[in-house]
Each structure stands twice: as structure tokens, then as C-alpha cells.
């Protein structure tokens, strides 16, 4: 295989580089080029992380600082954990890969038609969506960023994200050796949503496969993510896209893009929500439903059950305003077998066939 470039856009991303690209990135591209709706942006590669690493020098320091520690002392590991993250964001970057990165953005904002058009900046860990551990939450994604120059910023920061408190625990829990993740970033368009949340394609519930459950709230969807905001529910049926079950939450707050008035950039801040808005239902039954389809049109492309991360984006047209920030395997029910020897009912036998045709095609049952 030819080297791995430093960046990627996500239409040309091949499979070859997905290893390159960590699941995040490697998933966006999957994405686009199946002609869903995937905002334009591109992937820094793992290739820049380890140069960077390489050229600092400092990798033995914070391996020597990570080995030793007990991470069931909250305030030590606290201590190391931050000492890790700022000798990260000391990286100096090769200009090899820093050239290309900012001709890259340069690219997306002639595309986008903007001068510093706004991105999104989400860490794509090698670790992240693997089939035995599910990384999600684990690293950091920064939302709002203007300029090739805080973009750069922002890549290093995902990068430190790796010794985050929570993360360094979970690879501790799930056996990573903390010297072999390496992380890649996805640089993608800003959407402006007027919702956003996560749709998984099974009932996260109880595992019934015959459902799409979609979780929502205004705004942007860190809230519905990180657990912030309590938020609308709905189940819609895989096979007559009806609405089965809907729960309107009081969504007391939201994370919305709020104008400073001084000069300086909108930032995404937590905003409360008068009493009419936070008990309003934040998607029309219409933008329910055309988010599960999208959600099963990419659980049949992948041919398992997905976890995908939806906004409805306020600068598109209504019709054509929902689309996929991030599809990744479920990773909790699809780890589960069906008991052999169980009683089988005809009807959900049925159901099943008709909503899981890949598994059928291949002569397997799904987990």
C-alpha cells in the first residue's frame, strides 16, 4: 500500500486507509460515498498523530507517568492525566502534514463557498467502534471552530483527549496498552441544528430488532450524548414507518449556538428554555420518520445493528434538512446471543425476516 497521506476527504477515502482513519472517520466516509447525507470535511490520519509523537520526544515521559499510577486514586490519576494532556498539546507538528492539512481547509471553504468556514473537530481513536469495545464519549469533539489556526489547535486537544481521566480508565478496564491507540480527526462542516440526537436501530431497551429508536432534543446533540439533557423518545416500525411510541420530555435546556455581540465568533453555549419550548416536541412526525429511514438505509449498508448521531440542519431546505453526523456498530444487544432452544414465535419470526434480510441472505441469525 502506497503512504498514507496526511489528510483525507471523506467522498474519496478508500478502505485501505480506514486502519489510518480510526472508526469515527473511516465510518463518515462509508457514509458518504453510499450517497447518505454526510456534511463535507475530511480526516486528519493516525500518519500525523505518530510524527508528531515521534518528533516530540516525550512519548517515554507520558508512558513512565501512565504505568505508574493507580487508577482507582481519583485525585492522582486527575494529576497525571492533566500532566499527560498538556505535554500532548506541546507537539510540535511537521510542516509536511501541517501544509496539507490547511490546504485541505482551505479546499472545504471554497466548496463551502465561506472564508473560515465553521467545523466540527471529533476524535477518531483506532480503538473507537471496535467489535469488542465501543469508545464512544470517551475522547473529545469540539463544535463551532473557525480558522485553519484553531482547527490545528483543536486537533491537538483531541489528541490529548486520549489521557482524559475517563479514557485512561476504560483502556485500563478493556486491556488497551495505552502507547498503541493512536487518533485520528475527523475536520467536518458545522451543521446548525435546530434538533439533534441519536437513533439506534434496535429498541436499546429490550434489544427488539424490529424498531428504530430515535432519542432527540433541541439544539445540538452533545446534550442528548453526554446525558445533559433529558430527551424526546420515539420507536418507529421498520416495516409500515409507523410511530409506535413517543415520550415528550421536558427538555429544560438546550446546547444551542448563541451570538457573543461583541465581534468575536458565536460559541455553543447552554441556554434555558422557556416552559413552551421544553415541553414541545422537538421533531415533526415527518422528520421522525425520515430519520429512521436514513438510519435503516445505513443499517442495511453495513449489514448489523447502528448507533448514528442525527441533526436537523437549519441552513438546508425542509425535505432535505436531516443528516448523519456518525453511524458506529451497536455495541450492548449485539453482543448478546439468543438463548438455543428457545421457543420461537411465528409472527416475530416474520418480522425479523422482513426487517433483517441481510442475515437471511447469509444463512445466519442475528445476534
Sequence with gaps: MAECPSAIPFGTL???HHLQVGGKCASLGTMSQAGLPVPPGFAITTRVFADARETSGVMPRIKELIDDIDDRDGAALARVAAAARDLVRSWPLPEVHESEIRRMYAELCELCDLDEVPVAVRSSATSEDSPDASFAGE??????????????DKVRACWASLYTDRAITYRNQMGYAHDEVDMAVAVQKMVRPRSAGVAFTLDPTNGDRSGICIDAAWGFGEGVVSGDVTPDNFLVDKVMWSISRRTISPKTHAHLLTEQGDGHRPVVTRVELDEDKANAPCLTDAEIVAIA?????????YGFAQDIEWAVDDDLPQGSD????????????SKKKRDVGAKVDAMASIVDTLVNPLYSKRGTQPA
Excluded at 475522547?139 to 490545528?152: A, M
Excluded at 436531516?322 to 444487544?333: F, H, I, N
Design 14 to 16: 478508500a478502505g485501505e
Design 139 to 152: 475522547h473529545d469533539s469540539y463544535l463551532w471552530v473557525c480558522g485553519i489556526d484553531e482547527v490545528l
Design 293 to 301: 429511514r436514513l438510519a435503516r438505509v445505513a443499517e442495511k449498508h
Design 322 to 333: 436531516v443528516v448523519l453526523l456518525q453511524a458506529r456498530p451497536e455495541t450492548v444487544w
